[in-house]
């Protein structure tokens, strides 16, 4: 015979004396004696140290480093934490970290020869079998810690894959299950040290509901660190694993406080503490030791900042940054042991909540929502994200709550957007001055406007009746006057002649998208509607962006909510990049600044003006009485702030909102204050740079250049431009 068949059968014979081994201790009953277990104890035991370790369970990872655990996110402070995420609550940690007591006390209360045994105690096996069929004593378990730990990660490795047979396979109890833990407890022994396999068995062990791991456990139940555990605290959490739910201190405490004191007891039989120490643990009451922190999960737990957790957590899943597909980003972030960093702050966060909830409360009667967003030009980081709504992605969320962030676009956890109305203006203007055209260009404006002669239009042709808040219209009127005091018709003109592919172009490069998940492309559903009622919904994030390109010398940046991410091992990981870039020139964008705060200053955003004199930039709006907007910026924050019924259309004509009774609205009645309350009150924190200076227009800009000679005739559609030369 073949010295590999030789080995081979020496295998299959041992695998049979172990499983023969383990029958006999069901088997045996009355039949068995202590005296004759013992020669046979001692047999096993040594079979067992020669079982052969390529026994292994394929595809299953038993590294005790190798654990899921919780990952947390922080505000931009480093500090605040905003949420938790887990699918098992776990904090894993060195050995080195874990209280001396807290050491002793598992192997104490589970597995006392453990550092004597090679996995398989066959000792103890027979041992636990004697106490409970010959003696008729408590039932005992004869697993080892190794053996625990093995079936505590079939366990979890079947709740990962989403395998409820598996998971209930790798817990039943049958002679298979035991002997494959055995064999795969042998290989352990062979290749991690006892160290280390009780490292494994304190982090992935489940000590009460909801709890997994040693640093978890001790943190929920007395507010610290494993490694500062007392003797009656290591004690008291060592006895949970018996039965999570039964010996919960913060459920049952007198049955915990008998349960621990059976663990000390087993510790002073162990010798690793002396009777008195453990007298003076039992004399402390349970419910005076006990320290209580949850350890909440998930964005639901987040308060105010729900809203923008939530974003976070649509950053990472939406983004091949972290991972090939959406199952590895949610594992990663539910099982990777990540710290995120994130973008938020606390402060502006806070009163942006503050701030939409004074002006529409949760509450409020009519049902309209508030949304706001806020972020930093030039860096693309987003300060602050805030709905009137409760965050609930339950299902019993009632109408005051909702999981759905009318802050942001739709693939990013929001809804289908806002019309835009008068606040687009400001992109029809960046775009007539980035592509040449005067600002002070006199535009001959009608009441009437040809569909057929916009450039790249989605509608059909038809004739498009077009008038100023008010009625009628100013023929001619510059682009600079038709921003300042809000007009529609020059607008028309505006967009007829530059045509509707430039100004998606314009807009586009500034950071304007859709908020629809299937049509985010503006160039795709641009219409000529869209250039005064701005009929496209976009979120208030987008708008926010597109206003900071402006307030950044024409660089545009991606939104982004991450700053920096490390993973379970403190390696700092790759995260979505802002894309900085020059969208417009910065002549043009200065000079759109000017006539922002040129139409603050005398014209339709006058109310708009901050407090203490600082340098305002805004545009106020309103789309076809169905939402109320307002969006502008200083040099250092630029927020926008939109109102309605997002859900559907519905008019502000003759509403009552938070106690006040209008026949008619507009955003400065409602969206501006919003704005004005968070931007007053954010700045006054002093965290925020404004320069006073900025918006110096160019005056080649404001010339009346008009870069070609029009002329106007007349259709059956109404008017339509003619560009002669």
């Not at 709006?621 to 939402?627: E, K, L």
Request: charge should be negative; charged fraction near 15%; aromatic fraction near 8%.
């Amino acid at each position: 015979m073949s010295k590999k068949k030789q080995k081979q059968a020496k295998e299959h014979k041992n695998v049979f004396v172990l499983l023969l081994a383990y029958v006999l201790c069901i088997m045996a009953g009355g039949f068995v004696t202590s005296g004759f277990l013992l020669p046979f104890a001692m047999v096993t035991d040594q079979v067992a140290e020669s079982a052969s370790p390529s026994l292994a369970v394929s595809n299953i990872d038993f590294n005790p480093n190798n654990l899921p655990q919780q990952s947390k996110m922080y505000a931009a402070d480093g500090t605040t934490l905003i949420a938790t995420f887990y699918t098992q609550n776990r904090i894993v940690v060195d050995l080195s970290h874990v209280s001396k007591y807290m050491q002793q006390a598992v192997v104490a209360r589970e597995d006392r020869r453990f550092f004597q045994h090679s996995g398989v105690d066959v000792q103890g096996v027979l041992r636990a079998f004697v106490q409970t069929y010959v003696k008729g004593g408590d039932t005992q378990g004869g697993s080892t810690l190794t053996q625990q730990y093995v079936k505590n990660m079939l366990i979890n490795q079947a709740t990962e894959n989403d395998d409820p047979i598996g998971a209930y396979h790798a817990s039943e109890d049958t002679i298979a299950r035991k002997l494959k833990e055995m064999l795969i407890s042998l290989q352990l022994e062979q290749k991690y040290s006892k160290s280390e396999i009780l490292q494994g068995y304190l982090n992935i062990a489940q000590f009460g509901t909801s709890v997994y791991g040693v640093e978890t456990a001790a943190e929920h139940y007395f507010s610290k660190s494993a490694a500062d555990l007392t003797l009656g605290e290591a004690a008291t959490i060592a006895s949970i694993t018996k039965n999570p739910a039964a010996y919960d201190p913060t459920v049952n405490p007198d049955a915990a406080q008998k349960q621990r004191d059976i663990v000390l007891d087993l510790m002073v039989e162990c010798g690793f503490v002396s009777q008195d120490e453990a007298n003076a643990a039992k004399a402390e009451n349970m419910s005076d030791m006990l320290h209580v922190k949850d350890v909440p999960v998930g964005c639901q737990t987040a308060g105010n900042a729900a809203f923008f957790c939530d974003y976070v957590v649509h950053q990472i899943e939406n983004s091949d940054t972290f991972g090939q597909t959406a199952e590895e980003r949610q594992k990663l972030l539910y099982q990777g042991g990540l710290t995120i960093y994130t973008t938020m702050d606390v402060d502006a966060e806070n009163l942006a909540n503050q701030a939409v909830r004074n002006g529409i409360p949760e509450n409020d009667p009519s049902g309209f929502e508030a949304a706001l967003a806020s972020v930093e030009p030039g860096t693309g980081k987003v300060i602050a994200l805030a709905i009137n709504r409760t965050y609930n992605a339950l299902a019993t969320a009632d109408g005051t709550e909702t999981a759905i962030n009318y802050a942001v676009d739709q693939k990013d956890g929001g809804g289908g957007g806002w019309q835009t109305g008068s606040t687009f203006k400001v992109i029809n203007l960046t775009s007539w001055l980035a592509n040449g055209y005067g600002a002070r260009v006199p535009l001959p404006t009608a009441m009437a406007y040809d569909t057929g002669g916009f450039e790249c239009n989605h509608e059909a042709q038809t004739t498009w009746s077009v008038h100023n808040f008010g009625g009628g219209t100013v023929n001619p009127e510059t682009p600079e006057q038709a921003l300042i005091m809000s007009h529609n018709t020059t607008q028309a003109t505006l967009g007829q002649r530059l045509g509707l592919c430039k100004i998606a172009d314009t807009a586009t490069s500034m950071g304007y998208k859709n908020s629809s998940a299937a049509t985010p492309d503006i160039h795709d559903t641009i219409a000529p509607t869209d250039l005064i009622g701005g009929h496209n919904g976009a979120s208030p994030l987008t708008m926010a962006t597109v206003f900071a390109t402006i307030a950044a010398k024409g660089v545009h940046c991606d939104p982004i909510a991450i700053t920096r991410v490390t993973n379970s091992s403190g390696q700092d990981m790759a995260v979505p990049s802002a894309n900085c870039s020059q969208a417009v020139p910065e002549n043009v964008a200065q000079t759109v600044a000017y006539i922002m705060n040129e139409g603050v200053q005398r014209g339709a955003a006058t109310s708009a003006k901050l407090n203490n004199n600082v340098k305002t930039f805004a545009k106020t709006g309103t789309a076809d009485n169905w939402y109320m907007l307002t969006g502008g910026f200083v040099t250092g924050l630029s927020t926008y702030v939109a109102t309605g019924n997002e859900e559907k259309l519905e008019s502000w004509d003759g509403m009552t909102i938070n106690g006040r009774t209008r026949s008619f609205w507009d955003g400065s009645y409602i969206a501006t204050p919003i704005w004005k309350e968070f931007m007053n009150n954010y700045i006054a924190t002093g965290k925020v740079q404004h320069d006073d200076n900025y918006g110096t227009a160019d005056q080649s800009l404001l010339s009346s250049n008009s870069n070609g000679t029009w002329s106007t005739t007349t259709t059956g559609y109404g008017m339509k431009q003619v560009k002669v030369s």
